[in-house]
């Protein structure tokens, strides 16, 4: 017979579709924090961590991973139907991740130059993020995602509390941390002012301009706020930091690509090209 206790406790799947694991690896990262969520909560299903699998329904999905094939985009649909609150985790399950560079490119020339049998390969032309496919209730951005941020959003949903994410720029983050901007001081070509904070501005503070793993700041895709500026800093990359067209392009053209403003002042310079 099952603990009672156990029933009593909200169910957690981590569920993966096309990803690294890496953000999956952030969860197990909490360390001491994740046995205390083991405690507040039933972790039924999360393969990275226990052969125990149990099945749905859940009261949290945490999903990474984008959706890259026909079997994947019918499981999600699955996954939504036995998730209460579902969270997508990283830019692969946010934005499509860095395989949505094959969204500009031929798929069926990657498989004849990458698989000796190319037939046996079942993809999507495309790799899209979650939102695409199912609603989604709440967004963890970055490459991989930061753990302390995980760690507030299920506390709060457990507790009950409205959640709140950072949506600032990471210069906002520099700012906090006294890092001396590296566009100003080294003339690179930094994502920082167009990025979303909550990786508290790693590479700035090492000295590396920002390339845009926690995506797009503030309206990118939903909810309050504007767009940001990516002619504006775009621009600058071109007149200021002398980056060539295709340059330009490629700062936007990585991890969260695929997302709407980022991809859009891509195809700007691409066709400067």
Same mark, same amino acid.
Request: proline letters at 7%; charged letters at 20%.
């Given at each position: ?9 909200p169910?957690?799947a981590?569920?993966? $579709?096309? #990803?690294?694991d890496g953000?999956?690896?952030s969860i ?6 994740l046995?205390a969520l083991?405690q507040?909560?039933?972790? +039924?299903y ?7 699998m149990n +099945? ?9 991973g984008?959706?890259t ?8 649909l699955?996954v ?7 969270i @997508?985790?990283?830019?692969c399950a946010? +934005?499509?991740?860095?395989?949505? !560079?094959?969204?500009?490119g031929?798929?069926?020339a990657?498989?004849q130059?990458v ?6 390969i079942?993809?999507?032309s ?5 939102s695409?496919h199912?609603?989604?209730? $709440?967004?963890? &951005?970055?490459?991989?995602?930061e753990?302390?941020q995980?760690?507030?959003?299920? @506390?709060? !949903?457990v ?5 709140h994410?950072p949506a600032?720029?990471v210069c906002?983050?520099?700012?906090r ?14 994502l920082g002012?167009?990025?979303? @904070?909550g ?5 700035p503070a090492?000295?590396?301009d920002?390339?845009?793993? $926690?995506?797009p #700041?503030e309206?990118a895709?939903? =909810? ?13 990359f071109h007149?200021?930091?002398h !980056? ?9 053209r =990585?991890i969260?690509g695929?997302?709407?403003? $980022?991809?859009?002042?891509s195809?700007? &310079?691409?066709?400067? =090209?």
């Amino acid at each position: 017979m099952s603990n009672p206790e156990l029933r009593q406790r909200p169910r957690l799947a981590v569920i993966k $579709f096309a #990803s690294c694991d890496g953000c999956q690896l952030s969860i197990l990262n909490l360390e001491d924090d994740l046995l205390a969520l083991g405690q507040a909560l039933d972790i +039924a299903y999360f393969p990275e961590a226990s052969s125990a699998m149990n +099945a749905g329904p859940y009261d949290i999905a945490l999903v990474e991973g984008s959706i890259t094939t026909a079997e994947d985009a019918h499981r999600i649909l699955n996954v939504r139907q036995q998730a209460k609150v579902l969270i @997508t985790i990283g830019a692969c399950a946010t +934005a499509g991740g860095i395989q949505a !560079l094959r969204n500009w490119g031929d798929i069926e020339a990657f498989k004849q130059a990458v698989y000796p049998r190319p037939d046996y390969i079942q993809s999507l032309s495309t790799s899209t993020p979650i939102s695409e496919h199912v609603h989604v209730d $709440f967004e963890l &951005w970055g490459c991989p995602i930061e753990k302390g941020q995980l760690l507030r959003v299920i @506390t709060d !949903l457990v507790a009950g509390v409205q959640l709140h994410l950072p949506a600032d720029s990471v210069c906002l983050e520099c700012k906090r941390r006294g890092n001396v901007c590296v566009v100003v001081a080294k003339g690179m070509p930094c994502l920082g002012p167009v990025t979303r @904070t909550g990786c508290g501005a790693i590479c700035p503070a090492m000295g590396r301009d920002c390339y845009g793993c $926690f995506g797009p #700041s503030e309206g990118a895709r939903k =909810g309050p706020g504007l767009p940001p500026n990516t002619a504006s800093l775009a621009r600058h990359f071109h007149e200021g930091l002398h !980056l060539i067209p295709v340059e330009v392009l490629r700062r936007f053209r =990585g991890i969260n690509g695929a997302v709407d403003p $980022f991809r859009n002042e891509s195809t700007v &310079w691409e066709n400067k =090209g």
